[in-house]
């Protein structure tokens, strides 16, 4: 049970080059979220998925595409990355409530992104 | 004002010293309040959740929930180096009195020295 697992672990990407950061869950859980984390600014939600199929902007989806793939798995696009795109990227995943679920948010190890 | 405060720190302490850490919150809304421990280049772990107030208690852990004053605190007993490591505050609404993703506070440093 490797809970949720990210990759790749560090980038280094030219500005204007774009990628796609992977992340899978083995939790059967319903939501997925990306968040990026920077020094002093705290975790910042990106994008979040409640369940397959559906998506929603957080507090910073501006220059970021997600998809949810299937249950297991969600993916963050950045097309054209820039400099401000630096950061530690977190993708999370809770359950949906419920007897059997809780809302509590499980996370990745982390993606290290440097954008020069 | 950010829907919750949380001082960066960095606390530092001795070995076996009780260590507090609190967060405040503005939104009411709020119902369950959760401390997760950030070690350096690692993603969050959950330590603790708590649902309305009230104290809980997980070994050398507890959480404390004060809704009437918007106050939240985790306190470590028996401190160890091994408990260095940032921790964030977080909380939640449930779904019907409004979001049930979490806001975040920025996270404090905690330093334990030998």
Known sequence: NAGVTQTPKFQVLKTGQSMTLQCAQDMNHNSMYWYRQDPGMGLRLIYYSASEGTTDKGEVPNGYNVSRLNKREFSLRLESAAPSQTSVYFCASSGSGGRRSSYEQYFGPGTRLTVT | QKEVEQDPG??????????????????????????????????????????????????????????????????IRDSQPSDSATYLCAMRATPSGGSYIPTFGRG???????
């Open chain 2, 108 to 114: 404090t440093s905690l330093i334990v020295h030998p």
């Open chain 2, 10 to 75: 960095p606390l530092s302490v001795p070995e076996g010293a009780i260590v507090s850490l609190n967060c405040t919150y503005s939104n009411s809304a709020f119902q369950y309040f959760m401390w997760y421990r950030q070690y350096s280049r690692k993603g969050p772990e959950l330590l603790m959740y708590t649902y309305s107030s009230g104290n809980k208690e997980d070994g050398r852990f507890t959480a404390q929930v004060d809704k009437s004053s918007k106050y939240i605190s985790l306190f």
